[in-house]
């Protein structure tokens, strides 16, 4: 008698473990890439000395804090689904870690040559842009974190698809009427051999079957 769990796996929770981990450090990139100083504007009104404004994490991606979120509450999702529901958050997770990504590039590649930060923020309009300086160090914190995400997700799939356990479960009941029939099936071999010596191979093999029986609660000797 079996218990067959094929159709409801169990996820693997070490790979959960590992994931929720890295679905923590993430969040805690992005937000605090969020708080972090991304650029600093220049600006020149004439009448006074120029002026410099900053540009935070948040501002020039105002939505890096809710995608924190969003990975904080992956870490309790995967716990609390499984299935192709844990594929879906996977999914999701994924996706959102590859977007996080898209405002570091913008960020160390051409966050100095435009006018970008300058829109991010409010700056009186008398004010001239004179120069924008950007600092990459939060880009690449956000990239850390975005990667961080992507193999978390990664690892939740490989997670929804591992078996928590075997998929056939054999109870402690159907282990002692499985060696009940060995018993009985030795027994009656014996009987067979009309009083034939067994060779040292089956006596051994006898032997180990009449401790195993004994172990189960059966007798070997019993009718």
């Keep these: 008698m079996s218990d067959d769990t094929t159709d409801h796996p169990k996820p693997n929770r070490r790979l959960q473990g590992i994931a929720s981990l890295l679905l923590i450090a993430a969040a805690g990139a992005l937000w605090g890439s969020s708080r972090m100083k991304w650029a600093e504007v220049l600006g020149a009104d004439?009448?006074?000395?120029?002026?410099?404004?900053?540009?935070?994490?948040?501002?020039?991606s105002p939505w890096l804090t809710g995608v924190a979120?969003?990975?904080?509450?992956?870490?309790?999702?995967?716990?609390?689904?499984?299935?192709w529901a844990l594929r879906v958050v996977a999914?999701?997770?994924?996706?959102a870690g590859v977007l996080s990504a898209v405002p570091a590039f913008t960020l160390i590649r051409d966050g100095a040559d435009d006018l970008y930060a300058s829109t991010r923020i409010d700056i009186p309009g008398r004010y001239k842009i004179e120069a924008v300086?950007?600092?990459?160090?939060?880009?690449?914190l956000l990239l850390a974190g975005a990667l961080c995400a992507v193999i978390a997700a990664v690892l939740m799939m490989r997670g929804a698809s591992a078996?928590?356990?075997?998929?056939?479960?054999?109870?402690?009941?159907?282990?002692?009427?499985?060696?009940?029939k060995k018993v009985f099936a030795e027994r009656e071999r014996r009987l067979a051999a009309e009083g034939n010596v067994d060779t040292p191979g089956a006596a051994d093999g006898n032997e180990r079957l009449m401790w195993d029986s004994l172990d189960s609660g059966v007798?070997?000797?019993?009718d």
Aim: zero cysteines; hydrophobic letters at 40%; glycine letters at 12%.
């Design 46 to 60: 004439g009448l006074s000395l120029p002026r410099v404004f900053e540009v935070l994490g948040s501002d020039w």
């Design 219 to 222: 007798d070997p000797t019993g």
């Design 69 to 83: 979120a969003l990975f904080g509450a992956g870490v309790i999702a995967q716990f609390a689904v499984r299935g």
């Design 163 to 180: 078996r928590g356990m075997s998929s056939k479960y054999t109870s402690p009941a159907a282990r002692q009427e499985e060696l009940e």
């Design 91 to 95: 999914v999701i997770i994924a996706v």
């Design 133 to 140: 300086t950007v600092s990459t160090s939060p880009g690449y």
